[in-house]
């Protein structure tokens, strides 16, 4: 993985971003992603009042496919920026007022720019820094401004046969869990935004989850796909799961009586304390 270098000695206590962009399966995720959850971040976005003219910037991009909505939404009056440690997909944008940058939300320097709203979906899920993030993001709102996360809770609601036939929990996604959990993976880590932001002083906080059955064929499956195949190396070699089983699983995809409830994706939002 390619970080834009710092000058600050590097913490080799930090496991690196499990699922970078650099992977060949980074746009079957991205296109999962944003077909299964644009449509609720745009409520949330439209509900926090994104309008004509304001300030917004979104963190970790990854595809860009919210960046573009947001630079649509706040016109040429407004102005987006777009940061992702890897933007390889944000830079084949070309939407007039998205400024795209390389940009490592836990170690770069802030932008100078206050904002009126800032967006992040599934990145601080995978920083261990979080909290300082969360302290990072609040300080560059401007007053009244919005943060807006979405972050997953994958352990609260796992698939449960006794009670749904059918569903099944895959020997790979239960690797794929372990493995994460391994490497420091907070995985309740959605359902306690709304507790932090809370007690970072945002007001107005409030939250809510949405979740998917997953079927073969569905945007649901392609994610599950995608982060499998770009970690199959690694979960094999974990020795959570043989090659054999593995190859089952994926099999198991196409199934057309497949059927497993997603993760919860949680968005929390807040306000910057008026001054
Ligand atoms: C799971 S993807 C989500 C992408 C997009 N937000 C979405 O929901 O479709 C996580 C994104 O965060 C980016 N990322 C990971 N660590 C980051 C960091 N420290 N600073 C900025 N971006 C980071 C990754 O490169 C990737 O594009």
Not at 129 to 148: A, C, E, H, M, T
Not at 172 to 201: K, N, P, S, V
Not at 236 to 242: A, E, K, M, R
Request: aromatic share 8%; hydrophobic share 40%; proline share 5%.
């Amino acid at each position: 993985m390619k970080i834009k270098s710092t000058g600050a000695p590097v913490d080799t206590t930090v496991p690196p971003y499990l699922l970078d962009n650099a992977g060949r399966e980074a746009p079957a995720r991205f296109g999962a992603l944003s077909a299964m959850f644009d449509t609720g971040t745009i409520r949330h976005l439209e509900e926090r009042g994104v309008a004509r003219g304001w300030q917004c910037w979104e963190v970790g991009g990854g595809g860009g496919s919210i960046a573009t909505w947001l630079a649509r939404r706040v016109g040429l009056a407004g102005r987006v920026l777009a940061t992702d440690i890897d933007p390889r997909f944000l830079e084949t944008l070309k939407v007039p007022n998205l400024e795209v940058r390389r940009h490592d939300i836990v170690s770069d320097p802030l932008p100078e720019e206050t904002f009126d709203l800032i967006h992040a979906r599934l990145v601080l899920v995978h920083l261990p820094q979080w909290q300082k993030v969360l302290q990072r993001l609040i300080s560059v709102l401007k007053p009244g401004g919005w943060l807006l996360d979405e972050e997953f809770d994958s352990e609260s609601v796992p698939p449960e046969p006794s009670t749904s036939p059918g569903e099944v929990f895959l020997k790979t996604h239960e690797a794929m869990a372990q493995l994460m959990r391994d490497r420091g993976f907070d995985r309740y880590y959605g359902r306690l935004l709304f507790g932090r932001f809370r007690a970072l002083g945002l007001t107005e906080v409030g939250a809510e989850a949405r979740m998917f059955m997953m079927q073969s064929g569905s945007a649901g499956a392609a994610l599950l796909r995608a982060n499998y195949e770009q970690l199959r190396g690694a979960l094999v070699d974990s020795g959570y799961v043989t090659e054999r089983e593995f190859q089952d699983d994926l099999s198991r995809l196409d199934d057309s009586s497949f059927m497993m409830p997603s993760s919860m994706m949680w968005a929390a939002w807040g306000r910057r304390v008026s001054t």
